[in-house]
Each structure stands twice: as C-alpha cells, then as structure tokens.
C-alpha cells in the first residue's frame, strides 16, 4: 500500500472510531515556525514540515474570493505591505505581527451587502491557476502567486491524506464586512442578514462542488472553516446560529458527503453549546479544541464516545515550554482519545515559534513510540 493509501486509511479509520496501525497525525505551523525550523533543522530552502515530520493529512485551500481579482498591493515597504483582495477587504501586513490587520471594507452597507455579486464559484480559474486568493495568501505572511489548487493536491496526493477545505457563511461574511461591522448588523437586522447568509450558502456549495470536480478523486474530505467563538463563548446567540447559519452548515456537510468525504470543521474558541447541532447536520469530527478556551479532547471523548471524532487540543502553552516532561504528559494523556478511534492528533490551533522545532521533534517521537495500537500509554493511561 502506498504511504498516501496507509495515510488515508489511518484518517478515515479515526473519523469512523475505527483503530488503524496508529493514531494519525495532522498539524498546521505558524509562518515564523517554519523559518525558525528551517535554520535550525538545517533543512534547506525546501523545507516541507509536512514531509520532513511525515505527518498523515494535509489541507489545501482552493480560491474562495467573491470577486477573483488577485491581490492588489497598494503599499509596499521592508517591513509593512498594504494589500486589497477578492473580498474587498483592504489588510495591512507588518514582519513584526503574527496577523493581519483589517483596514477598511468595500461592503459596510445594507444596500452594499444586498447588491453584493459573487463570482461563478466553479470558474475554474479558482482550480486550475495560480490566482492570488486572500485565505492562502493573507494569513501569517502574504504569499503572492501560490501555485493553483490542483498543482498542490497533485503534488501531496500520492504521499498524504488530502482534504480540501471550504469556509463556512460567518467566515465568510467577517471576511466581506469586518467583524464588528457584522456584529451589530445582526443585532440590528438579523432577518435582513439572513438573507444574505442564505446567498453565502449558495456560493459555498459551489465551492465545494468545484473543487471536488477538479480534484478528481483525490480528497479525502474537507475541512469547514468557522470561527464563530472566542475563549469565552459564542460571538453571538445559539438559537441565532441554530436559525441561520445551521441550514447553511448543514447544505455544505451534504454537499461534501454525497461526494463521499468526511467533513472536520474548524472552529477557534469555545462553540460547546452548538457541538450537538454540528453533530446533527454532518460534522464527523471538531478542530481545533483549543486548551486555552477550557477543552479537553478526553473529556469530550468520553461525553460523545462513538458519536463524534476529534481534530487537535494538543496545548501549545504546554509544547512552549519546551519541558519534555510536560510534554510527554500533554501528548501521552491526550492520546487516550485515541482509545477505539475518533482521535486526529493535532496541537490546539497551529504550532507557533516559541516552540523549539526540536521540541515539536519530541512530539511526533512519542506519537511514533505511543500511538501504535493497541495504546499502551503506561503511567499516564486512563479509563475512556
């Protein structure tokens, strides 16, 4: 069997809680960790984190921007970079921040939101070219003139897991609007920005269904992307969400599975209370349970058992400390998820550079001795 085949058999055997040969593994770096792994790895201008940790999935991200414009940079210096994008979303970016800023927005109106046109969402220019695109190229760092889609699957196909990855209506709608303008507008309008939800939705499927097409076979399933939460909460009222943005989620989860994928929705922050409604519209499993906004993948595993699969929570304050101790303790314990399936292993959003690239090599060590089922996890086993 190809390592691609045994990858995905691993993948898909955690997300029906069925055991493989071992846990999986996927993971998403900071930018800044990757160069600081580059030097001292000494692993050359072709660093790969994916390939030099022979991690088990990938996610590439195809050309979502309402509008395929490309990146238009406006300001250009050593250390700051102005760019407007397909979302009409004008975003500074500085060396120095991990994050973009969000400068200003073409759409801030109603009238604006409801004479907003998308762009055909199966064009295959979003697939097939090298097309500058703000979810690939304005994250950590701005990464102009990616290759296209296809190339990148194609290129990680034969070796990975591959899923593909579509936003959710929020994401998409914070992206067009700006967060604090799509906050009160939902207080003050909720059925006027239903509507232009439902519109979101439309496109989404779209997108979804492009990229399955021009994939040809060779996903897996998808990653939903979704940040409707922070550590303390939902951004918004659930029964809100349940109303309006749960029929959208679920069109999307239909859509990925009459395609035969598996769906892993990504979702910062606590969005707890909606987990049983995630699971009823076609979740198959949650990412990336971030630590620090109180969620522990054990405890959850043994809340939803057999009903639910995990994605991450492995505690990147833990890993930062660059303690081997602690971090024996936070990957042996967590793998007790694993107990039966269910349990991607992942950090709790994305590894950042405080964390030793020699650490993060101790990781995937204890993974590899550990994570071999059956689990044997010694001092720190529990009963699930």
């Not at 055991?19 to 660093?47: K, S």
């Not at 397909?86 to 975003?91: H, K, L, N, P, V």
């Not at 969005?271 to 076609?282: C, K, N, P, Q, T």
Request: charged fraction near 30%.
């Amino acid at each position: 069997m190809s390592d691609g085949r045994l990858k995905t058999e691993r993948v898909t055997a955690a997300l029906e809680h069925r055991e493989a040969d071992r846990v999986p593994v996927g993971e998403f770096f900071w930018t800044n960790f990757l160069r600081r792994a580059r030097i001292e790895l000494d692993a050359g201008d072709d660093f790969d984190p994916y390939r030099y940790w022979d991690l088990d999935m990938i996610v590439i991200t195809p050309n979502m921007d309402p509008h395929i414009t490309g990146i238009l940079v406006l300001e250009q210096t050593e250390d700051r970079k102005v760019v407007k994008t397909g979302f009409g979303a004008t975003i500074e970016r500085r060396g120095t921040c991990p994050m973009p800023r969000f400068i200003d927005f073409e759409t801030k109106t109603y009238e604006q939101m409801e004479a907003f046109e998308f762009d055909d969402p199966k064009d295959k220019r979003r697939y097939f070219e090298a097309i500058d695109d703000q979810i690939n190229s304005v994250a950590d760092e701005l990464n102009l003139g990616l290759p296209s889609y296809v190339a990148r699957v194609n290129a990680y196909a034969d070796d990975f897991c591959i899923f593909g990855s579509v936003c959710d209506p929020h994401e998409m709608i914070w992206r067009i609007m700006g967060t604090e303008n799509v906050m009160i507008k939902l207080a003050e309008a909720p059925d006027r920005m239903a509507k232009f939800i439902e519109r979101l939705g439309d496109f989404l499927v779209g997108i979804v269904q492009g990229q399955v097409a021009a994939a040809n076979g060779r996903l897996s399933g998808m990653y939903i992307w979704g940040d409707i939460a922070y550590d303390k909460g939902m951004f918004f009222q659930p029964d809100y969400w349940r109303k309006v943005y749960k029929p959208q989620l679920k069109r999307i989860c239909d859509t990925i599975h009459a395609a035969g994928l598996k769906t892993i929705y990504h979702g910062c922050g606590d969005a707890s209370v909606l987990f049983e409604d995630m699971i009823e519209v076609g979740v198959d499993a949650y990412n990336p349970l971030e630590a620090k906004a109180g969620l522990d993948v054990v405890d959850l595993k043994r809340r939803f058992g057999r009903r639910w699969a995990f994605n991450g929570n492995i505690d990147v304050r833990v890993l930062a400390t660059n303690d081997r101790s602690k971090v024996r303790r936070e990957v042996l314990s967590k793998l007790n998820a694993a107990k039966g399936g269910g349990f991607i292993l992942q950090s709790d959003h994305s590894v950042p550079d405080n964390v030793n690239p020699k650490t993060y090599d101790y990781v995937i060590e204890l993974v590899r001795q550990y994570g071999n089922y059956p689990l044997d996890l010694g001092e720190f086993d529990q009963d699930i």
